[in-house]
C-alpha cells in the first residue's frame, strides 16, 4: 500500500512538473528518502594535500533506480564519484559516465580499490576525529546532505568489507 501511494505521488508530481516546468525539491523529497547510507567515512590526509578520497554504502530500498549525478561539499573545490580500475599494471580512476546508478533493492558499496568518492583541491586537511558534510545529488533533483566522519582506515572491528 505505502509502495504504490509513494508511486502514485511521485507519477502525480512527474506530471505537475512537466506541466509547471518548475520542481521544488520539497516535491522529489520521496526519492532521496529511498537512498539509505552507511559505512561512511573519509580518509584522513596529511597536511598539505589537496586530494582525498571518501568511502560508504548506499542501499536503495525504493522501487526504482536512483542515479547520483553530482557531489556538492565545502572541503574540496570539486568532487565526484570515481571508479578505480587497473591498466597496465597501474591502478588509475575515472569518473563514473553519467553517474552512479542504483537499482531498486539494490547495494552498492564504495571501497578502496573500487567505486569513490574523490574531493579534489582540498579546502583544508582532513584530520581524524573531526567530519565533513558532503550532498549526494540524485537525477531527479533531489538531495542527500549527511555528515560523515574522518577516519584514518576503516574500523577493524567492523572488518574491510569489499562488494
Ligand atoms: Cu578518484
Redesign the pocket.
Same mark, same amino acid.
Given at each position: 500500500m505505502f509502495i504504490e501511494f509513494t508511486r502514485a505521488r511521485a507519477v502525480l508530481a512527474s506530471a505537475l512538473c512537466n506541466a509547471l516546468l518548475v520542481c521544488s525539491t520539497s516535491v522529489w523529497a520521496d526519492r532521496a528518502q529511498s537512498l539509505q547510507i552507511s559505512k561512511a567515512w573519509l580518509r584522513a590526509t596529511p597536511p598539505g594535500a589537496s586530494v582525498d578520497?571518501g568511502y560508504f554504502t548506499l542501499l536503495n530500498h525504493g522501487n526504482r533506480t536512483l542515479r547520483i549525478v553530482g557531489i556538492q561539499t565545502a572541503l574540496a573545490k570539486s568532487a565526484e564519484i +570515481?571508479q578505480?580500475f587497473e591498466r597496465d599494471g597501474r591502478e588509475q %580512476?575515472r569518473s563514473v559516465e553519467g553517474g552512479l546508478a542504483i537499482g531498486p533493492g539494490q547495494t552498492v558499496a564504495l571501497t578502496p580499490g573500487s567505486y +569513490?568518492l %574523490?574531493l579534489m583541491g582540498l579546502d583544508h586537511a582532513l584530520v581524524a576525529g573531526t567530519s565533513g558534510v558532503i550532498t549526494l545529488l540524485l537525477d531527479d533533483g533531489s538531495k542527500l546532505v549527511t555528515t560523515i566522519p574522518v577516519l584514518t582506515e576503516w574500523p577493524a572491528t567492523e572488518g574491510k568489507e569489499s562488494p
Open positions: 578520497a +570515481h578505480s %580512476m +569513490h %574523490m
